[in-house]
């Protein structure tokens, strides 16, 4: 049976401090493709509920691209996995959830339309969360906005504010 190593307070905090949380690559990826299409934006707008890593505020559009663990995707099976000190992450991940739920809330209420995407899908499905935001500008822009990429594949929108994409199944082309 193989031994693993178990790290010291120090080598968890050092790994731990290198987690980033503005300006990762799949934000700079979604942020840089937006702006080339015409789409003027804030990043990280202190100013909002949640600070979403993209306000498009011209049109009340807040994203967030999460991070898989941090924000609980497929949370009641990624937590029955958990090992190393549980509770800490189960309480931390948890509170994570329902601070996004309370920000979403106090966003959607001064009408802005609240955007989540998970940080694998924007980097895999890139043109389609383009296309998923440009969608819900395109009404209201004019001709201000470049057309749409050459994918074909998108998702279908529905009329009132929405809270989350699951974009992982759908290939980008």
């Known amino acids: 049976m193989k031994h693993q190593k178990l790290e010291t307070l120090p080598e968890i905090s050092k790994r731990m401090s290198n987690v980033k949380l503005k300006s990762g690559v799949a934000e700079s990826m979604l942020a840089k493709t937006l702006w080339h299409r015409g789409v003027r934006y804030r990043l990280n707008c202190r100013t ?13 559009i807040a994203v967030f691209i999460d991070g898989e663990f941090w924000h609980g995707q497929d949370w009641e099976n990624k937590k029955k996995r958990l090992k190393r000190n549980r509770e800490y992450w189960i309480e931390k991940i948890e509170e994570n959830m329902a601070r996004d739920k309370r920000n979403d809330a106090v966003l959607k209420e001064t009408g802005w339309t609240v955007i989540h995407f998970w940080e694998k899908d924007v980097l895999k499905n890139l043109n389609v969360c383009i296309d998923t935001i440009i969608d819900l500008i395109q009404p209201y822009s004019g001709v201000d906005i470049l057309p749409k990429s050459a994918s074909e594949t998108h998702l279908s929108l529905v ?5 989350s994409y699951d974009v992982s199944n759908i290939k980008d082309s």
Do not use: F, Q, R, W
Request: net charge neutral.
């Open 48 to 60: 909002l509920p949640g600070s979403p890593d993209i306000a498009i505020t011209k049109y009340k």
């Open 159 to 163: 009329a009132e504010p929405i809270v």
